[in-house]
């Protein structure tokens, strides 16, 4: 789907020609107001919105040539694709028109010119989100709402449209469903849905895009741990900071990847899963490669029990999955005496609690593993272990998050956040 940009202020004073038009002048370093002039008429404004996605007009042309299913053990993340994919159709060359008529499509490349802003300023932001199949077959996303809510944050911080989310919701249920073949009906497996969104316009110049493309594929995929749970070891990073307070840390952004990879290559040349990112002189956790981060932690005067993740302050990913196991811990684990808290907590933090016997359990959290227990932390050259036994792979608060938010993704336990397609 496509959807030109244009400037309120311009059209709205197309809206009508006899409209008056308001001055205003370019910022100086003087004390010299600036007046920027939307419309001197608020209903002409008003008037000039553009057209938002609207599921009535979609167009399904299937593919006539199937693929082949996949056998469900050689499944590996995001290596095979569905036979259709959901994009918008060519450029329109109407900058009023707005997002035009959704399509389904045969997968196929996308044909873009070198000039696109994409490739030069990072114009891109994406979901992820899968669909799930229950035992009566039926094809259910999980949480969609809050997939859309953070693709239109995302979208907005990058001068992108942004778009209705039920009418986005309703779309990518209906290619859930006619790709619905490529979910195998084993518990585990699922249909991975990543929805995109890029600029399009051809130019060189710093400024908004003037046209998108919003498309979403699909992948099947398996447990992320086939044999089982397999707790991991990560490296805390403090050579290279992943997000810093007033960035962009907190959208899902491509521009935010990218640079991650290295000191996660760097972590695996010395025998680490992943690597977990630190930041400021404090040495605060924030997230564990792509990951949210948890800790369940004994207080030292105390001896509460508590599960703290890193707050929203612009230096983590809203992930959906935290968002999850902060709303279960507060419903199933305050009322066995548990403290649940966003706050900061740092690595000497972790460290003194991990000496003294405290740090019951450390795991990450997302889309695709849900909980990812760690075994320990290299920091400073020295290990931090992270409570569990030898002979565990994963601590009990992770385990039961993972079998709660099962029951929900697959229908076992009927719940709003699971979305029947």
């Known amino acids: 789907m496509l959807r030109p940009l244009l400037p309120r202020c311009a059209r709205a004073l197309r809206a009508s020609a006899a409209t008056p038009r308001l001055s205003y002048t370019l910022p100086t370093f003087s004390s010299q107001v600036t007046r920027r002039a939307y419309s001197i008429h608020p209903e002409a404004a008003s008037t000039a919105q ?35 994919l959901f994009p918008d159709p060519p450029p329109t060359k109407n900058p009023t028109e707005g997002w035009r008529a959704p399509t389904i499509q045969p997968y196929q490349n996308l044909s873009l010119d070198p000039a696109t802003c994409v490739f030069h300023y990072g114009f891109e932001c994406f979901e992820g989100m899968k669909a799930y199949k229950d035992k009566a077959g039926k094809v259910r996303l999980f949480r969609p709402d809050k997939n859309m809510e953070r693709f239109n944050k995302s979208a907005a911080r990058i001068a992108l449209p942004t778009f209705s989310s039920p009418a986005l919701i309703e779309l990518i249920s209906r290619f859930a469903t006619l790709e619905e073949r490529f979910i195998p009906d084993q518990r585990g497996y699922s249909l991975y849905l990543r929805p995109t969104m890029i600029g399009t316009q051809k130019t060189l110049g710093v400024t908004p895009p003037g046209s998108a493309l919003l498309f979403v594929i699909a992948s099947p995929v398996g447990p992320y741990y086939p044999t089982g749970f397999k707790a991991v070891s990560l490296e805390a990073t403090d050579y290279a900071v992943r997000a810093w307070p007033g960035g962009v840390g907190d959208k899902k952004l491509g521009a935010n990847y990218a640079p991650c990879v290295l000191p996660q290559l760097e972590a695996a040349s010395r025998g680490f899963q992943q690597n977990l990112w630190l930041f400021g002189p404090e040495q605060y956790v924030t997230e564990v490669g792509t990951m949210n981060l948890f800790v369940a932690i004994k207080d030292k005067e105390t001896g509460q029990k508590e599960l703290v993740t890193a707050p929203l302050d612009g230096t983590i990913l809203e992930g959906v999955t935290r968002d999850s196991i902060l709303s279960l811990a507060r419903e199933k684990l305050v009322p066995e005496g548990w403290l649940v808290s966003e706050r900061k907590i740092t690595m000497p933090e972790l460290a003194e609690a991990s000496a003294e016997g405290r740090l019951i359990e450390v795991f990450g959290a997302g889309t695709a593993a849900i909980v990812s227990p760690v075994r320990t932390i290299s920091w400073k050259g020295q290990p931090v272990d992270c409570g569990l036994k030898e002979h565990e792979e994963s601590g009990k608060i992770a385990l039961r998050m993972k079998g709660w938010i099962e029951a929900r993704q697959y229908g076992d336990e009927e719940h709003e956040w699971s979305y029947v397609c």
């Open 50 to 84: 553009p057209v938002d996605v609207d599921p009535s007009k979609l167009v399904i042309q299937k593919t006539q040539d199937p693929k082949p299913l996949v056998d469900p053990s050689g499944l590996l993340f995001g290596r095979n694709f569905t036979g259709n």
